[in-house]
């Protein structure tokens, strides 16, 4: 022991000791002056106009979020030793008084910071001013140009197109007022010919054509449901027959009158087969295409028919379900009066 007490060694452990013992001593009992950063305080504001409530002015920019809780700053404070360590963000307030911000413009405020314990210095604040501009708010109304792109399938063509014109966006100045126009874009090679809708997102663009970012304003739709036919033309065989008005096959001298197209290829039923050219969808012109349809003229009202006549030039009435004649049929009738007695 004797040895090791007179060694290098047990002088090195003791010079340790000594020098802990005497920056204890210099931290805790001199307590010297020290100074620390307090990270992301965050800040508060005061006498906030209305304006900002009521949607009328919006801050923008460079520090467009120190109206909300996550605005923070740095701060330095000095202090005896014991009292600075003590101290986190919770006991520093840092507060803006927005009392002179009612309008649009560029602003520079000077936060307020205060400490709640004593004899603390504030040494610096980061940053030690808040720049921002303060734009108005402004709304457009908007109306949507449908674009389109690529080719129909072959033999098709695209009507009845129908979807919502208009759109209105809400934001500040310099986002409404980059926005030149608003687009919706239809890709016709991504069309089946069965599809009759598509959901098409609204694309905002600049005076160049150019897509602006559209998440610095509201709009009231983002999507717009556009509703069309894709047509083509069939040629088919239908039979045309002749229809009665309101079903009535009787003239007011209750006599039957009976129609029949007036032609020597008269069918059984009174029509005739026509191969004539059909408009339409595909999935509505597919029965037309599977044999002879019967469609039939316009109504024939036959009261007042007390005779056998001819009435000429009658015209098929028109189809239903997407289809329609590319050439309106037209064919002439053959009223004959049947009698009830036999004895005209």
């Given at each position: 022991?004797?040895?090791?007490?007179?060694?290098?060694?047990?002088?090195?452990?003791?010079?340790?000791?000594?020098?802990?013992?005497?920056?204890?001593?210099?931290?805790?009992?001199?307590?010297?002056?020290?100074?620390?950063?307090?990270?992301?305080?965050?800040?508060?504001?005061?006498?906030?106009?209305?304006?900002?409530?009521?949607?009328t002015?919006?801050?923008?920019?460079?520090?467009?979020?120190?109206l909300?809780?996550?605005?923070?700053?740095?701060?330095k404070?000095?202090?005896?030793?014991?009292?600075?360590?003590?101290?986190?963000?919770?006991?520093?307030?840092?507060?803006?008084?927005?009392?002179?911000?009612?309008?649009?413009?560029?602003?520079?405020?000077?936060?307020?910071?205060?400490?709640?314990?004593?004899?603390?210095?504030?040494?610096?604040?980061?940053?030690?001013?808040?720049?921002?501009?303060?734009?108005?708010?402004?709304?457009?109304?908007?109306?949507?140009?449908?674009?389109?792109?690529?080719?129909?399938?072959?033999?098709?063509?695209?009507?009845?197109?129908?979807?919502?014109?208009?759109?209105?966006?809400?934001?500040?100045?310099?986002?409404?007022?980059?926005?030149?126009?608003?687009?919706?874009?239809?890709?016709?090679?991504?069309l089946?010919?069965?599809?009759?809708?598509?959901?098409?997102?609204?694309?905002?663009?600049?005076?160049?054509?150019?897509?602006?970012?559209?998440?610095?304003?509201?709009?009231?739709?983002?999507?717009?449901?556009?509703?069309?036919?894709?047509?083509?033309?069939?040629t088919?065989?239908?039979?045309?027959l002749?229809?009665?008005k309101?079903?009535?096959?009787?003239?007011t001298?209750?006599?039957?009158?009976?129609?029949?197209?007036?032609?020597?290829?008269?069918?059984?039923?009174?029509?005739?087969?026509?191969?004539?050219?059909?408009?339409?969808?595909?999935?509505?012109?597919?029965?037309?295409?599977?044999?002879?349809?019967?469609?039939?003229?316009?109504?024939?009202?036959?009261?007042?028919?007390?005779?056998?006549?001819i009435?000429?030039?009658?015209?098929?009435?028109?189809?239903?379900?997407?289809?329609?004649?590319?050439?309106?049929?037209?064919?002439?009738?053959?009223?004959?009066?049947?009698?009830?007695d036999?004895?005209?």
């Amino acid at each position: 022991m004797k040895k090791f007490m007179k060694s290098n060694t047990f002088y090195m452990i003791i010079s340790v000791i000594i020098a802990i013992l005497l920056w204890v001593y210099v931290v805790y009992e001199v307590n010297p002056i020290y100074e620390m950063w307090v990270r992301d305080v965050p800040v508060s504001t005061i006498n906030v106009s209305e304006l900002f409530n009521e949607g009328t002015l919006k801050i923008n920019g460079e520090n467009k979020d120190v109206l909300t809780d996550t605005y923070v700053i740095d701060i330095k404070i000095r202090g005896k030793r014991n009292v600075v360590s003590s101290i986190d963000k919770n006991d520093i307030s840092c507060v803006i008084d927005m009392i002179t911000v009612d309008k649009a413009g560029s602003y520079t405020l000077r936060p307020s910071v205060d400490v709640s314990k004593s004899n603390i210095e504030i040494v610096k604040v980061s940053p030690s001013s808040i720049r921002f501009d303060v734009e108005n708010i402004q709304q457009r109304d908007l109306q949507i140009e449908l674009n389109t792109v690529g080719e129909l399938p072959k033999g098709f063509t695209f009507e009845n197109v129908k979807f919502s014109q208009n759109v209105k966006i809400t934001g500040a100045d310099s986002a409404i007022n980059s926005v030149q126009s608003a687009q919706i874009t239809l890709d016709f090679d991504s069309l089946k010919t069965t599809d009759t809708e598509k959901s098409l997102k609204i694309d905002f663009l600049d005076k160049n054509g150019v897509p602006v970012d559209d998440t610095q304003f509201n709009k009231t739709v983002e999507y717009v449901k556009v509703s069309f036919n894709l047509f083509t033309e069939k040629t088919v065989s239908v039979l045309l027959l002749p229809k009665y008005k309101d079903g009535i096959i009787e003239n007011t001298s209750h006599n039957t009158v009976e129609l029949s197209v007036d032609d020597e290829n008269v069918t059984s039923s009174g029509g005739i087969e026509l191969r004539v050219k059909l408009k339409g969808t595909a999935n509505a012109l597919e029965k037309y295409e599977q044999g002879k349809t019967e469609v039939y003229t316009t109504e024939i009202d036959v009261t007042n028919i007390f005779y056998d006549q001819i009435l000429y030039d009658i015209e098929a009435a028109p189809l239903v379900g997407n289809v329609d004649y590319t050439e309106l049929p037209k064919v002439n009738v053959k009223a004959k009066i049947i009698y009830r007695d036999k004895n005209p």
